[in-house]
């Protein structure tokens, strides 16, 4: 009886604001047939750091996350400017 464990990069999905969503599977199986299998999920963010990611969301993000894809995504992250109006009473 051999218990053994395996994760997998199982979809990678590009977003319309190109976040590369990750889903990673655990696989749980007990000699070579499946027991169980659970999911994580984490996001990257247009111009992340690639370095603990698997190969082809490497490749992905990197096809995906072009110069305009970058600055967009920052520009819409930035906080918007509160525009006061003065509004002054006649009496």
């Not at 599977?25 to 169980?36: F, G, L, M, N, S």
Request: with cysteine; net charge negative.
């Amino acid at each position: 009886m051999a218990l053994t464990e395996e994760q997998v990069v199982d979809k990678i999905e590009v977003l319309e604001n190109g976040c590369v969503q990750v889903r990673t599977a655990t696989v749980i199986k007990k000699d070579d047939v499946e027991i169980t299998r659970s999911f994580h999920r984490h996001v990257l963010t247009p111009g992340s750091d690639l370095t603990d990611q698997d190969a082809r969301v490497s490749a992905i993000a990197t096809a995906t996350w072009t110069d305009e894809v970058v600055s967009a995504y920052a520009a819409a992250q930035a906080p918007a400017e509160v525009v006061e109006e003065v509004v002054e009473e006649t009496p």
